[in-house]
């Protein structure tokens, strides 16, 4: 069983604890929308993984399999040389994904949001693993076997959960010197230009010392990226910055088109305006926050809730389940965050949309699951007839509210 997924309840623990801590100290922390977008990311990027992370499995199985140099046996030195040599290359990775504008696109919704909290560490790209999965292939080479691989680098990304905090300011300095903390990580998140492109390593941050990226918490930070993406659209959010690359290589000439793939982020040719260069945020600016009718919030909240749910227990049993099986359900899951993400973005389209996706989804995801165990059908049962449910009390509820608007408009009232 995957670490990452065993370690769920751990990550909605801390996010409850810093949900309190913004009570008591009456801090604005959170933002329910912006929250929402984050672990729908998460979502979104840990289903898709049940088949893009088998790319660097496979892969890295392969490499081990036939092309080792050593066999390097499973010792506590050579775990922690491993540990090492993981978060090494992981920081190389990190600094390109950063440094290369092809890359940044499989990077970027991880720093889009403009908060800081513990949520933010689930908002992933799902197109992230194809582009870090070849860095890590030189351990295969050496001889590091496919389940120390697979342990060292999974509790390699579970240390980074924590340090996406405010909760925490500065640690004792040694510590501050050896390990990445929160102070260094809401470096890294920053869009103020003295922060941009520094502290990319994951557990250590001995490497940005080493290789001059790193750079001391000093002033007020603004989180997120310089051009904001306004969206809580996973879809958007993860294709965004690709339209926007895509067309700066179409109008790009010769060997630009290459130059604005693989220069720095921003890059452009003086006939297209020059390079991007990042601005301080002016006095005065708004997130994105559009707020919607209160019934909508409740409906996409409860929405989310069972989606949540729904996706815990899909990640524990699709192992066991067939391909084309995981595959509908990753279809049907991705359509349901994509639809709260419109629902909470007040789109017109969110209603047909949604009464589509829970028509469609109860038909098949009964049918898909009659010949499986009786509580998966019967849990399946009850959650698509309570999503119907309650999507008819909610947007029934919505449209009367509408209609009696109305109403009262053309009465003259």
Request: aromatic residues 18%; positive net charge.
């Given at each position: 069983m995957?670490?990452?997924?065993?370690?769920i309840?751990?990550?909605?623990?801390?996010?409850?604890?810093?949900?309190l801590?913004?009570?008591?100290?009456k801090?604005?922390?959170?933002?329910?929308n912006?929250?929402?977008?984050?672990?729908?990311?998460?979502?979104?990027q840990?289903i898709?993984?049940i088949?893009s992370?088998?790319?660097?499995?496979?892969?890295?199985?392969?490499?081990?399999?036939?092309?080792?140099v050593?066999?390097?046996?499973?010792?506590?030195?050579?775990?922690?040389?491993?540990?090492?040599?993981?978060?090494?290359?992981?920081?190389?990775?990190?600094?390109?994904?950063?440094?290369?504008?092809l890359?940044?696109?499989?990077?970027?919704?991880?720093?889009?949001?403009?908060?800081?909290?513990?949520?933010?560490?689930?908002?992933q790209?799902?197109?992230q693993?194809?582009?870090?999965?070849?860095?890590?292939?030189?351990?295969?080479?050496?001889?590091f076997?496919?389940?120390?691989?697979?342990?060292?680098?999974?509790?390699?990304?579970?240390?980074?959960?924590w340090?996406?905090?405010?909760?925490?300011?500065?640690?004792?300095?040694?510590?501050?010197?050896?390990?990445?903390?929160?102070?260094?990580?809401?470096?890294?998140?920053?869009s103020?230009?003295?922060?941009?492109?520094?502290?990319?390593?994951?557990?250590?941050i001995?490497?940005?010392?080493i290789?001059?990226?790193?750079?001391?918490?000093?002033?007020?930070?603004?989180?997120?990226?310089?051009?904001?993406?306004?969206?809580?659209?996973?879809?958007w959010?993860?294709?965004?910055?690709?339209?926007?690359?895509?067309?700066?290589?179409?109008?790009?000439?010769?060997?630009?088109?290459?130059?604005?793939?693989?220069?720095?982020?921003?890059?452009?040719?003086?006939y297209?305006g020059?390079?991007?260069?990042?601005?301080?945020?002016q006095?005065?600016?708004?997130?994105?926050?559009?707020?919607?009718?209160?019934?909508?919030?409740i409906?996409?909240?409860?929405?989310?809730?069972?989606?949540?749910?729904?996706?815990?227990?899909?990640?524990?049993?699709s192992?066991?389940?067939?391909?084309?099986?995981?595959?509908?359900?990753?279809?049907?899951?991705?359509?349901?965050?994509?639809?709260?993400?419109?629902?909470?973005?007040?789109?017109?389209?969110?209603?047909?949309?949604?009464?589509?996706?829970?028509?469609?989804?109860?038909?098949?995801?009964?049918?898909?699951?009659?010949?499986?165990?009786l509580?998966?059908?019967?849990?399946?049962?009850?959650?698509?007839?309570?999503?119907?449910?309650i999507?008819?009390t909610?947007y029934?509820?919505?449209?009367?509210?509408?209609?009696?608007?109305l109403?009262?408009?053309?009465?003259?009232?």
């Open positions: 995957d670490l990452i997924v065993l370690s309840p751990i990550f909605f623990l801390l996010i409850g604890i810093e949900l801590y913004q009570v008591i100290k801090k604005k922390i959170y933002r329910l912006d929250m929402i977008s984050n672990i729908n990311c998460g979502i979104a840990q898709t993984n088949f992370k088998s790319l660097l499995l496979v892969t890295y199985y392969w490499v081990y399999e036939n092309l080792r050593f066999t390097i046996k499973d010792t506590w030195v050579s775990l922690v040389i491993l540990l090492l040599a993981i978060d090494f290359l992981y920081y190389f990775f990190h600094r390109y994904a950063h440094e290369i504008a890359f940044w696109g499989s990077h970027a919704v991880h720093h889009q949001s403009e908060d800081y909290n513990f949520s933010v560490a689930l908002r790209s799902s197109l693993t194809f582009v870090s999965a070849w860095f890590y292939l030189p351990l295969a080479f050496l001889g076997s496919f389940k120390s691989f697979l342990t060292v680098a999974t509790i390699q990304t579970l240390y980074q959960f340090i996406h905090t405010e909760m925490i300011h500065k640690l004792p300095k040694f510590i501050e010197f050896i390990f990445n903390t929160p102070s260094h990580h809401r470096v890294h998140h920053s103020n230009p003295k922060y941009i492109d520094k502290n990319h390593g994951g557990t250590f001995i490497w940005d010392r290789f001059g990226t790193f750079k001391e918490e000093e002033d007020a930070i603004d989180y997120g990226v310089t051009k904001p993406v306004n969206s809580w659209n996973i879809l959010v993860n294709f965004e910055y690709y339209k926007w690359l895509g067309a700066l290589f179409f109008q790009a000439k010769g060997w630009d088109k290459l130059r604005v793939l693989y220069k720095k982020t921003g890059w452009r040719p003086e297209l020059g390079p991007l260069l990042p601005e301080n945020r006095i005065g600016y708004q997130k994105y926050d559009i707020q919607v009718d209160g019934k909508m919030k409906y996409s909240t409860i929405l989310f809730v069972l989606t949540l749910l729904s996706v815990g227990g899909f990640l524990f049993i192992p066991q389940l067939k391909i084309f099986h995981n595959l509908i359900y990753v279809i049907l899951i991705l359509w349901t965050i994509l639809n709260i993400g419109a629902i909470i973005e007040s789109k017109t389209w969110s209603g047909w949309s949604e009464l589509i996706r829970v028509s469609i989804s109860c038909i098949i995801l009964i049918y898909l699951f009659f010949d499986y165990e509580w998966i059908k019967i849990l399946i049962s009850i959650l698509s007839f309570a999503n119907f449910m999507y008819l909610f029934y509820a919505n449209q009367r509210s509408k209609s009696s608007i109403a009262k408009i053309n009465s003259g009232n």
